[in-house]
């Protein structure tokens, strides 16, 4: 995963959405709730392989391309075009919403070592990338947990489980390659009579597991719910552990489940790495540079994630993904997998 040429530099500032212009509604693409949808879902399978290599060189920075060249709508150029004009009255209420359809949300990552232990358990920050600068999500991992915790609140100074501030969490299994993303809801165990108060599951996130002595680009599978005829998004609650995204994914029940992937880098022989055209939003090559995308419309770029700085990303994110989901998996790539590198 790498960065984009500047010959291909898409510095639309406007809330279009990177897409391309002959695909349908890409609204319909996350709709569930009838047998059409799922039937298009099951039937996908995850992008073709072709991910073998190492880390991108730094020639990329200058060269990057992708054998797709498609984007060539942009008049003018520009290194981070600013996000729409978007307006955060409840910041709890914003985070937790769907990006507007037709509306790419663009936002910025920053992570933050100092400290004394900010080296292990750093605290990343969530604003838009405008030029307001306004604050959206902080996470930070938990201390002392048996596997990767992250907190995510609306408060940069509150990063508690218990605080009022708290709207959601990342979890992984033990060998960190799969993540689940709940809110802010109670455990199944702690649940009211009527479920009421159970925490959603907000997404999921696998990562395929590379076998010894094949390096290359990291292959990803993102699990969401559906969205409803009022382009809501369908509460998955589980009861219990077997009826989660994972399990469900996993035991092909996609029904109100919709799978995305990571969007596969093509090979760039005047490079030699792997590539792919980030329109201009990410400038350094990085193993952890994604897109996430819906196999039946792999133009429509539902979110994309890339470093600008040492410790600086870009995050874009589209229709249906909310900020807690988009930062939740981004939050996912930070975390150290052993078994995918």
């Not at 596997?147 to 990063?159: H, V």
Request: hydrophobic share 30%; proline share 6%.
């Amino acid at each position: 995963a790498a960065t984009s040429s500047d010959e291909e530099d898409d510095s639309d500032s406007s809330t279009k959405p990177i897409r391309s212009e002959k695909k349908k509604n890409p609204a319909s693409l996350f709709q569930t709730g009838g047998d059409p949808p799922k039937e298009k879902k099951s039937k996908k399978k995850v992008p073709p392989r072709g991910a073998d290599s190492e880390e991108e060189t730094p020639e990329t920075l200058q060269k990057n391309s992708n054998k797709k060249g498609k984007a060539k709508k942009s008049k003018k150029k520009e290194e981070r075009p600013p996000s729409p004009v978007i307006e955060v009255d409840n910041l709890e209420e914003f985070v937790l919403q769907p990006a507007p359809q037709g509306v790419t949300i663009k936002c910025r990552v920053t992570r933050d070592k100092r400290g004394m232990d900010r080296g292990l358990y750093p605290t990343y920050y969530l604003h838009l990338d405008n030029d307001k600068k306004v604050f959206l999500l902080a996470g930070r991992k938990r201390k002392k947990s048996k596997t990767s915790n992250y907190l995510i609140s609306i408060d940069p100074t509150d990063l508690s489980r218990g605080g009022e501030n708290f709207i959601g969490k990342l979890r992984s299994n033990l060998m960190g390659t799969r993540f689940t993303v709940f809110d802010n809801g109670a455990n199944p165990d702690r649940a009211n009579a009527d479920w009421s108060n159970v925490r959603q599951e907000l997404s999921a996130v696998v990562y395929e597991t590379n076998v010894l002595g094949f390096k290359g680009p990291r292959k990803m599978t993102v699990i969401i719910p559906g969205m409803n005829a009022d382009c809501e998004r369908v509460p998955i609650r589980p009861r219990n552990d077997n009826d989660g995204l994972l399990m469900r994914w996993q035991n092909r029940n996609m029904d109100n489940v919709i799978e995305l992937h990571n969007k596969a880098p093509v090979w760039n022989d005047e490079t030699q790495s792997y590539v792919l055209n980030f329109h201009g939003r990410v400038t350094h090559a990085s193993v952890k540079n994604f897109q996430i995308v819906h196999s039946s419309d792999p133009d429509y770029i539902v979110m994309q994630f890339g470093r600008v700085a040492d410790d600086a990303f870009t995050m874009d994110y589209n229709y249906p993904l909310c900020a807690v989901q988009a930062f939740a998996i981004a939050l996912s790539s930070f975390d150290g997998k052993l078994a995918c590198e």
